[in-house]
């Protein structure tokens, strides 16, 4: 019995197949670019999903830089309504950043060990977009620059987001026009520092966070909703930092990292952090 399989491509109906040069989807997503950096260093067929998953996780972190810088520039003119928005889709992205690291979270030791000699001393430490995230964070540190003093552009990139107010200091600038008690040593603060827990910042957000119930407190009410944005931020980062943490135990239990750390012992510190702090300290004031 013969069956007529209709041509996708052919009839009235069907899309457009001519083109004089690259296809418009190809000029507009440079797929052909994407899908041709993609080099494993060993023969590993498992090293293709490692390499990939690190790729798909570094474009999520440029997406999230965006959308931060997003939310500080509109902070920055007072615009709540664009802040918020940006804020809202950052989250959409940490929960499919997050959830990439489903390829990589059951690695065993001997998987991870087939490709691991080849990354050298390759480590994600070194990647300067992430260090982006973290200083939008607050978490700003000039020594992580050191590590990129051999590309202009990318040391250039991490140095003016040293020098510039992290999304959390636009943020208390934001809160303080609208009449909100941050003291003046946190607003004239030297912004290329890491952000040190203010008690008056939590007395504000611990405040407004009590008044939210409150008949009359709209302005409360929009402190709240930028508090509740920022704090769903907060606890998606801190996932990422812990789904790694779980990931590199399972792959390498408490052997050194690639790029010279103490491993697990190291991680396991830097993901106790609380971005924001502030915020969640506060919530035992209310
Ligand atoms: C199972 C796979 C992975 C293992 C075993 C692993 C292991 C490690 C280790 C041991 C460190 C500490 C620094 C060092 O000495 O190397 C580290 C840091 C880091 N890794 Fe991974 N990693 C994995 C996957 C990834 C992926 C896919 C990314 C995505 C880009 C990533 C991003 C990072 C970042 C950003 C840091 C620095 C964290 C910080 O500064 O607090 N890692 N990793």
Redesign the pocket.
Known sequence: MSHDVEDPAAGSQAPNLDFKGTTPYEDYVQADVLTHLQHPLSEDPGEMV?LV??QV??LW?TVIVHEWETAAKALRKDDLPVALAALKRSTYELRSLNASWEP?AH?TPAQ?NSYRSALGEG???Q?AM?RRM?FLLGEKSASMLVPHRGAPRVHDELEKALHEPSLYDEVLHHLARRGEPVPQEVLTRDVSQAYRPHPEVEAVWADAYAREADEAGGEEKETVRLGEALTEVAELVWRW?ND?LV??RR??GSK??????A??A??EK?AAKNVFPELWTARSHV
């Open positions: 490692f998953t690190t996780m570094e972190f990589l690695l991870f480590s994600g430490f990647s992430y973290e930092r790694h990931a590199t792959a390498m050194v990292g690639t790029g010279g750390s491993g697990v190291w991680l830097r």
